[in-house]
């Protein structure tokens, strides 16, 4: 069973800066399998990135999504208020579909 | 547009079985999967299980294989995950959301579902 784990647990940033988010896999993943999404208090999750890389519909330019093998990272270039969320990283894989425990973004 | 709209909260006793529906549109519905997560209160997302609407076939996350029955009814374009033997660690939102394997990804969801057990 392949086991993601977020990194960091809380960042605490202020807005305009980058947040760099980080995804490790207990063993090596296809990076077409490795998914991001934004959760917001009392929201549902959405979809930001797929493939690792690959923004889904909509989503601004300022994320971004890299990584191979056990390690991946999603990228907010620039933080914006609304940015402001937990991040959950997930991979689609064989019998099991897991979610990392998630990054928690707070302002600073 | 793709929507999942799911059904309302419910309260149970501990041991009963509750039944959540999933009702899709803006898509055909046999062409994608439906996943369903689940988010116990201040905590992460829990993968369960799948379903293919186009053939029946299921994936579920070891935890909840023997108490999770998923169920789909394509003429109405609604998915069904009713969970049995309720605990009050089953307390949590539950979600579903729509499986594209061609991304890899859960690009809809719907709403979630807030299940209370409690006696």
């Known amino acids: 069973e392949?086991?993601?784990?977020?990194?960091?647990?809380?960042?605490?940033?202020?807005?305009?800066?980058?947040?760099?988010?980080?995804c490790r896999a207990s063993q090596s993943v296809s990076s077409s399998y490795l998914a991001w999404y934004q959760q917001k208090p009392g929201q549902a999750p959405r979809l930001l990135i797929y493939g690792s890389s690959t923004r889904a519909t909509g989503i601004p330019d300022r994320f971004s999504g890299s990584g191979s093998g056990t390690d991946f990272t999603l990228t907010i270039s620039r933080l914006e208020p609304e940015d402001f969320a937990v991040y959950y990283c997930q991979h689609f894989g064989g019998t099991l579909w897991m979610f990392g425990q998630g990054t928690k973004v707070e302002s600073k | 547009q793709v929507q999942l709209v799911q059904s309302g909260t419910e309260v149970k006793k501990?041991?009963?079985?509750?039944?959540?529906?999933?009702?899709?549109?803006?898509?055909?519905?046999?062409?994608?999967?439906?996943?369903?997560?689940?988010?116990?209160?201040?905590?992460?997302?829990?993968?369960m299980a799948w379903i293919s609407p186009y053939n029946g076939n299921t994936k579920f996350?070891?935890?909840?294989?023997?108490?999770?029955?998923?169920?789909?009814?394509?003429?109405?374009?609604?998915?069904?995950?009713?969970?049995?033997?309720?605990?009050?660690?089953?307390?949590?939102?539950?979600?579903?959301?729509?499986?594209?394997?061609?991304?890899?990804?859960?690009?809809?969801?719907?709403?979630?579902?807030?299940v209370t057990v409690s006696s």
């Open chain 2, 14 to 47: 501990p041991g009963a079985s509750v039944k959540v529906a999933c009702k899709a549109s803006g898509y055909t519905f046999t062409s994608f999967g439906i996943s369903w997560v689940r988010q116990a209160p201040g905590q992460g997302l829990a993968w």
């Open chain 1, 2 to 22: 392949i086991v993601l784990t977020q990194s960091p647990g809380t960042l605490s940033l202020s807005p305009g800066e980058r947040a760099t988010l980080s």
């Open chain 2, 61 to 114: 996350a070891q935890e909840f294989q023997d108490r999770v029955t998923l169920t789909t009814d394509t003429s109405t374009s609604t998915a069904y995950m009713e969970l049995k033997s309720l605990r009050s660690d089953d307390t949590a939102m539950y979600f579903c959301a729509r499986v594209d394997v061609v991304v890899a990804a859960s690009d809809s969801w719907g709403q979630g579902t807030l």
